[in-house]
């Protein structure tokens, strides 16, 4: 019988492909109501995405010479801060509004291997630098209410963002796992980053807009997480040997867990 562990999933990109589907429709929809004549495009919207956090891609438009071209900013800092803020609860209540509506794609495999795992006795967590309600919208929208409440919401609130390991560090925490017991899904290199920060093995499906980045510390790089009869996984790289059968099942999580251990092991010895 294989032994329980704990999965802990990023949120966006990771369970629905939101990047492009919703969060930036939310944005521009913000603006447009606030009547700010400024929108992402999507081009420029996926140049953000290296910054974790709505909160802190919003900040960065400070120093972004297109916005600012057309946008003049508030006369101090402070003022600056509760513009953004403003703007970022109009957007995540747009956001929210977008989930509740069924607005998402749901990535192959997520809500089955969830399952899954839940039968097996592991523990599911989602470790996300999203707000939090959104992340439980999120959750119940993928999810379903009955194994949406089986997962532990570990928010980015007052932690530094990834590539920072800190939700991670917490997230064993709260589950009270070791690191080497635990196997992280993440779409970009931040969120690989923060899972190896943090001691965690990491596998990555990456989306349209990540999957030109590197993800050399990786367990397993994979197209998705497959779906038995759906669509099927592709392996794109990773450390591991593991090539699923077209999708991921628990053996090939815990195996993933296994070979990471065992490799820490072997160099810690070398």
Same mark, same amino acid.
């Given at each position: ?11 966006? @990109? ?6 492009? &589907? ?26 953000? /995405? ?15 010479? $297109? ?6 900013? %508030? ?32 990535? %192959?495999?997520?809500?089955? /291997? ?10 599911? $967590?989602?470790? &996300? ?7 439980? $919208?999120?959750?119940? &929208?993928?999810?379903?209410?009955? =194994?949406?409440? #089986?997962? *532990? ?12 390991? !800190?939700?991670? *560090? ?6 009270? #796992?070791h690191p080497r017991e635990c196997l992280a899904v993440e779409d970009n290199r931040n969120g690989l980053l923060a899972a190896a920060g943090a001691g965690i093995p990491c596998l990555v499906t990456p989306t349209a ?6 993800? !050399? ?5 994979? &197209?998705?997480? @497959? ?14 040997? =593991?090539? %699923?059968?077209?999708?991921?099942? /628990?053996?090939?999580?815990?195996? /993933?867990? *296994? ?12």
């Amino acid at each position: 019988m294989l032994m329980p562990y704990a999965l802990i999933f990023d949120c966006d @990109g990771v369970l629905v492909d939101t990047e492009r &589907s919703a969060h930036l429709v939310a944005f521009n929809r913000m603006w447009r109501e606030f009547g700010v004549p400024w929108a992402w495009t999507v081009q420029q919207y996926a140049a953000t /995405l290296h910054i974790s956090g709505g909160m802190e891609r919003l900040d960065s438009l400070r120093s972004d010479p $297109a916005f600012r071209s057309v946008v003049p900013l %508030p006369a101090t800092h402070d003022e600056w801060l509760r513009t953004i803020r403003a703007w970022h609860r109009r957007k995540t209540e747009i956001y929210i509004d977008l989930v509740r509506h069924g607005r998402l794609t749901v990535r %192959p495999g997520v809500r089955r /291997l969830a399952t899954e795992a839940a039968a097996g006795g592991w523990q599911l $967590a989602v470790a &996300s630098a999203g707000a939090e309600e959104s992340v439980r $919208a999120v959750l119940i &929208s993928v999810m379903g209410r009955a =194994l949406g409440s #089986r997962f *532990t919401v570990i928010p980015g609130n007052g932690a530094a963002k990834k590539p920072a390991p !800190d939700i991670y *560090t917490r997230a064993v925490t709260e589950l009270g #796992r070791h690191p080497r017991e635990c196997l992280a899904v993440e779409d970009n290199r931040n969120g690989l980053l923060a899972a190896a920060g943090a001691g965690i093995p990491c596998l990555v499906t990456p989306t349209a807009v990540s999957r030109d980045h590197s993800f !050399d510390e990786a367990e397993l790089v994979l &197209s998705n997480l @497959g779906d038995p009869g759906g669509e099927q996984a592709r392996r794109y790289g990773g450390r591991s040997s =593991l090539t %699923p059968g077209g999708h991921m099942g /628990l053996a090939d999580l815990a195996q /993933l867990i *296994t070979q990471s251990a065992l490799r820490r092991e072997t160099t810690h010895h070398v």
